[in-house]
């Protein structure tokens, strides 16, 4: 295997809040003997003007209760417990993913804790700028983020299942393996199932008006305990790291380089199914690293030492089977040799001498610590080359770990061809037959299942099922006890022949012949990833006689969602990859290379383009409301023509609605003309400029019916006019919706084609 760089690129667009001066927006990995939970003391924050404190003396609000300034004081108050609750759970220096609307005065809840904060939301805003708080922008159902959390929040959960679902299920991918989070909801349904479907544990909860949950995950399996004793026996003096495991082939990819920094106690560890030749580099890792190499039997084989950043070398070995990589140096200092023993225990804990120590050393304040066992220093601190050891005399029979508190992002580099599977592979009207089964029989035909199960059949019993039915998640597991699939064109498979079909899964053998290429499903029913995968493998195989391994990313949307949102997903899940979709009538969807400038000119007309459709929307309501409210006084002529100051007030408010529209489509436009080289730009244009113009002579006719007010024909004039610029205004809104479908299609590089 090798590794490959994963570079962080920045994006303005996405950063509107003011970073650390450190970039310090990635999780950084460093030792903590525990997950510790720091009893927050209560305090009252600064605030904005007008802004109610967040803090009181019972402890601290959840981080957007200003959101919920509304509720009656019992579901207030059962908020700030739980949020109290919340805060306390979270590790010391943690970063934070907040999901949904959010304040300068509810971030500054999280960063005055001493976290990390991060939030995203749906529409981009500038108007929260502080320190250490990143903010993002887009869908919570397909973001992709450039780190992992340990903690997490959500405002406004949405109650609709699927949704929530598919919302917290993305979020469970960017979570640290132990992690805990806090879902407010949107109204009174309770969505315990769906938290706990997710493989969340419901710590807490309040389901008044709206629910409140306090939710936590401790994924073990993803975590480990690495011992480095010396060369003879494991009574020598050994070191102890307790790691995050980069386990999938993404997190291996993307190894040290999505971490801005890595502290002196701490590594990461990579684990192979059977020993390997690899080869790694620095890639974009800004920090000095040595790369410890173990064979099968648990030896150091080599270590790489001290490699700096900017590095070209190329740092491999063979027959590897376990790879560890710790700070710069730290081999040298910590005694650390080649044919060392290694000792890896995954999801272990420290027995309870090791956490004694460990809890006293927090508890003076010093966690940043390099722990190692030796029989000859006496136990102690000691400082050696700016690194702080404490070592733990043999004799004490105690150890020390060092754990990584750290993210391991899921980007590749590779492009992504997808497939919509519903309907293409996965369609309401394919049956597939299953046999009932029995134990294999010497005297009668043996068969082999979906996973290679071997087993006879009563050949007349068999029942015939819809195929989106057996790939639903536990369907096949349920019905397995007494019927199975057999992968044969004659058996299960023979309903399988469709052109479509047959076409689309020879485009996935070339995904995934192309080394290049990332396979990805994308589903609106709640599939079983295996049972899909083995299904497709094993058609193919009976089709086209290749024997190759299906293995794809399952991405579930909505049901409502079209080809277009889609694609849209994917562009957001798979940020800056070139995107490929095939939809049931094996259409392409795909992307237009336009260089990233342009792009980001595009979303910043699009923005502009986008407000000034609300404004439209804004004015038509209020020019349609004036005109009602004469409506109800019609022919009260004086109580009409007293009305002339309030005209005025009304108009002078429009005017500048109208002012700032206005002033955002000539903003657009402007970008407009600088991008027009990607395409033919000058229709948009044009349109949108004389729609705008028309649009503004008309609201100017409206204001102007002030002079006549007082005559008998006011009304008329004014529902005449007021018809007259809802019309135009609606003109222009539609003039505004085709750019935006024209940046999407064009410029981001949403078009469909035909194949």
Not at 72 to 98: C, I, P
Request: glycine letters at 6%; proline letters at 3%; a neutral charge.
């Amino acid at each position: 295997m090798r590794k490959l760089s994963w570079p962080y690129i920045g994006d303005s667009e996405l950063e509107m809040g003011s970073m650390s001066p450190t970039g310090d927006a990635h999780r950084d990995i460093h030792m903590d003997a525990q997950p510790r939970y720091d009893m927050m003391v209560a305090q009252i924050s600064t605030t904005p003007e007008g802004q109610a404190p967040v803090g009181y003396s019972g402890g601290m609000f959840f981080p957007a209760e200003d959101l919920y300034s509304e509720m009656e004081d019992d579901e207030y108050q059962a908020l700030a417990s739980l949020s109290k609750k919340f805060m306390q759970l979270l590790r010391r220096g943690s970063t934070v993913l907040g999901v949904g609307e959010q304040t300068e005065a509810g971030a500054a809840v999280i960063l005055k804790a001493g976290h990390n904060l991060i939030n995203l939301s749906k529409n981009a805003t500038s108007k929260v700028n502080l320190y250490n708080f990143h903010q993002e922008y887009g869908n919570p159902m397909f973001h992709t983020f450039r780190n992992k959390f340990d903690g997490f929040y959500v405002t406004c959960a949405p109650s609709d299942k699927g949704s929530l679902e598919i919302t917290l299920g993305n979020i469970g991918e960017h979570l640290r393996p132990v992690s805990c989070g806090f879902v407010v909801t949107s109204d009174s349904t309770d969505i315990s199932s769906s938290i706990e479907k997710l493989g969340f544990i419901i710590i807490d909860k309040h389901i008044g008006k709206v629910g409140k949950y306090i939710v936590s995950q401790n994924n073990l399996n993803k975590t480990a305990v690495v011992r480095c004793y010396g060369k003879s026996s494991i009574n020598d003096a050994s070191v102890v790291f307790k790691c995050d495991v980069a386990k999938t082939y993404k997190e291996k990819i993307d190894g040290l380089q999505v971490y801005s920094k890595l502290e002196k106690e701490a590594g990461l560890l990579f684990p192979y199914d059977k020993p390997t030749d690899v080869c790694y580099h620095m890639g974009s890792v800004n920090y000095p690293i040595d790369i410890i190499f173990i064979d099968n039997d648990s030896k150091i084989k080599k270590i790489c030492k001290n490699i700096q950043p900017g590095s070209l070398g190329v740092y491999g070995c063979s027959g590897v089977k376990n790879v560890l990589e710790i700070s710069g140096g730290l081999s040298d200092i910590l005694g650390i040799k080649e044919s060392g023993l290694i000792y890896i225990d995954y999801g272990a804990d420290l027995g309870e001498d090791l956490l004694k120590v460990s809890s006293i050393i927090n508890d003076i304040g010093i966690n940043k610590v390099i722990f190692k066992r030796s029989n000859v220093l006496n136990s102690g601190f000691y400082n050696i080359l700016n690194n702080k050891i404490y070592i733990i005399n043999d004799d004490e029979n105690s150890a020390k770990e060092i754990v990584k508190k750290a993210s391991l992002n899921n980007d590749s580099i590779k492009d992504i061809v997808a497939f919509d599977i519903d309907n293409l592979i996965i369609d309401k009207e394919t049956k597939i037959r299953l046999y009932r089964h029995r134990p294999p029989d010497r005297d009668d035909k043996i068969f082999r299942g979906l996973y290679d199960e071997t087993f006879s059949v009563y050949k007349e019993a068999f029942i015939d099922i819809g195929l989106h039915s057996l790939v639903s998640k536990g369907f096949y597991e349920n019905i397995n006890s007494k019927y199975s699939l057999i992968p044969s064109q004659f058996m299960s498979f023979s309903s399988l022949n469709n052109a479509n079909r047959d076409k689309a899964l020879k485009k996935i053998c070339n995904v995934l012949e192309n080394t290049n290429k990332q396979l990805v499903f994308v589903s609106r029913e709640d599939n079983d990833k295996s049972i899909l995968e083995n299904i497709i493998q094993k058609e193919i195989e009976i089709k086209t006689g290749k024997k190759i391994s299906v293995v794809g990313e399952l991405v579930r949307v909505p049901d409502n969602f079209g080809t277009e949102e889609v694609f849209a997903a994917l562009k957001e899940k798979y940020s800056g990859r070139t995107i490929e979709l095939y939809n049931d009538s094996f259409k392409k969807t795909a992307g237009i290379p336009v260089p990233d400038d342009i792009k980001n000119k595009a979303k910043q007309a699009l923005r502009y383009f986008n407000r000034s459709k609300d404004m439209c929307e804004t004015l038509v309501e209020n020019l349609k409301k004036n005109l009602s409210e004469y409506q109800k006084i019609q022919g009260n002529t004086d109580v009409i023509a007293n009305s002339k100051g309030q005209y005025s007030q009304s108009s002078k408010r429009n005017s500048r609605i109208t002012k700032r529209m206005l002033i955002n489509i000539k903003n657009g436009i402007q970008i407009m003309n600088d991008i027009k080289d990607v395409s033919t730009t000058s229709e948009i244009i044009s349109s949108i400029a004389l729609s705008a113009k028309n649009s503004s002579d008309g609201i100017k006719e409206v204001f102007d019916l002030i002079n006549i007010i007082e005559s008998d024909d006011f009304i008329n004039q004014c529902t005449q006019k007021t018809g007259n610029v809802e019309n135009l205004i609606n003109d222009m809104s539609l003039s505004l919706s085709r750019a935006g479908e024209y940046i999407n299609s064009d410029i981001l590089g949403i078009l469909v084609l035909s194949e």
